[in-house]
T-cell receptor
Framework: GQNIDQPTEMTATEGAIVQINCTYQ??????LFWYQQHAGEAPTFLSY??LDGLEEKGRFSSFLSRSKGYSYLLLKELQMKDSASYLC??????????WGAGTKLIIKP | GAVVSQHPSRVICKSGTSVKIECRSL??????MFWYRQFPKKSLMLMAT?????????EQGVEKDKFLINHASLTLSTLTVTSAHPEDSSFYIC????????????FGPGTRLTVT
């Protein structure tokens, strides 16, 4: 079957750096997305990786290793507003998004 | 970026009644829209793919007679939860593909349905 694994919850301190990992096993791969979702709101797009390596976008970076079925989202200079759930999703061979359960990130002052 | 709206944002209904949720693409056309439901602390679950001008494609285990989907135009898809039951209470989210050379999806703000 298809499976996306990411930690359920993480806690970090304001101003620090946090890395959220995602491992996947899917039927085919056409890219991996990271979305941010605040409680009670819809997900918002953060990043899309289809090639191996690191993509940097401001305070957020996303890394992909296709051979390892692994990605991480790196958040730097954490702010209180970064408290949210972070969803990892893989586009499979049918171009269907397979979603992880999300990682709830708690930022403490 | 493009905007997808949903209406209503919250709805409370009694068991046995039907509820309609609208999903609109505000500044772009969407021949395809996706309907998801999300339980607390759970992943997004794709319910169906709404196709303009043709029948929706439902995921395995989703009752098409209970969750009626109509893609009336290139900017509007509706999800009707028929004969709602308390177990249908959930967060329903629609999305539309960004199109072009990207597989990004634009999500609506979601609809919180509570069935009493």
């Amino acid at each position: 079957g298809q499976n996306i694994d990411q930690p359920t919850e993480m806690t970090a301190t304001e101003g620090a750096i946090v890395q959220i990992n995602c491992t996947y096993q899917t039927s085919g791969f056409n890219g991996l997305f990271w979305y941010q979702q605040h409680a009670g709101e819809a997900p918002t797009f953060l990043s899309y990786n289809v090639l191996d390596g690191l993509e940097e976008k401001g305070r957020f970076s996303s890394f992909l290793s296709r051979s390892k079925g692994y990605s991480y989202l790196l958040l730097k200079e954490l702010q209180m507003k970064d408290s949210a759930s972070y969803l990892c999703a893989v586009l499979d061979s049918n171009y269907q998004l397979i979603w992880g359960a999300g990682t709830k990130l708690i930022i403490k002052p | 970026g493009a905007v997808v709206s949903q209406h209503p944002s919250r709805v409370i209904c009694k068991s046995g009644t039907s509820v309609k949720i609208e999903c609109r693409s505000l500044d772009f056309q969407a021949t395809t829209m996706f309907w998801y439901r999300q339980f607390p602390k759970k992943s997004l679950m794709l319910m169906a793919t709404s196709n303009e001008g043709s029948k929706a494609t439902y995921e395995q285990g989703v009752e098409k007679d209970k969750f009626l989907i109509n893609h009336a135009s290139l900017t509007l898809s509706t999800l009707t939860v028929t004969s709602a039951h308390p177990e249908d209470s959930s967060f329903y989210i629609c999305s539309a593909p960004a199109g072009g050379d990207t597989y990004e999806q634009y999500f609506g703000p979601g609809t919180r349905l509570t069935v009493t």
